[in-house]
């Protein structure tokens, strides 16, 4: 089984009906075999207009997860100095309320999450042996990508051999 790591991303394969997690692309930002699993939902926008020069385009607040909902984190890249939680080297994750701060110094951009996505102990080894997600490598942009309504297909179609082809399943495969 391939190793769970800080700043790889989770794609939903196309048969995850949850509507929590539908067709979403998770940036892990935690990991740990004895404490779980802990990332955002980077393509799951809200729609709700965030004001800030630093803020990422699209400018608007995303949908982390449903794992407590009304927490605000900040996903913030290009810091001189570290944050909360690294994700990689020039990413790092804020919980603005419990930091009690604004983002520091030599932040280049960021984007708004409420929530997060997290899986206990073993959880989501089990779920990626059951084929709900896939695990692949990140690029820089994908935290920050410009169109997150088509970064499901983008991840996908990326990849090689049956995994890109998934980028082409249809959206509701019973009207074919």
Not at 3 to 23: C, K, M, T, Y
Not at 149 to 163: C, K, N, Y
Request: glycine share 10%; aromatic share 8%; charged share 25%.
């Amino acid at each position: 089984m391939t190793e769970i790591r800080p700043g790889q991303l989770l794609v939903a394969s196309p048969l995850l009906e949850d509507p929590n997690f539908r067709r979403t692309v998770i940036l892990i930002c935690m990991h740990s075999p004895d404490g779980g699993t802990i990332g955002v939902i980077l393509n799951r926008s809200l729609k709700i207009p965030v004001v800030d020069r630093l803020v990422a385009s699209p400018a608007v607040f995303f949908d982390g997860g449903p794992v407590e909902p009304n927490l605000v984190r900040a996903l913030a890249r290009g810091a001189s100095e570290p944050l909360s939680i690294e994700i990689e080297p020039g990413f790092g994750l804020v919980n603005l309320e419990t930091d009690g701060r604004i983002l520091p110094s030599g932040v280049e951009e960021f984007r708004l999450f409420g929530g997060y996505a997290g899986w206990g102990i073993d959880q989501l080894e089990s779920e990626l042996g059951d084929g709900v997600w896939y695990i692949v490598d990140a690029f820089p942009e994908d935290a920050f990508a410009a169109d997150p309504d088509t970064l499901w297909r983008e991840v996908l179609r990326r990849q090689s051999g049956e995994l890109g082809m998934l980028a082409y399943y249809p959206e509701r495969i019973e009207l074919n």
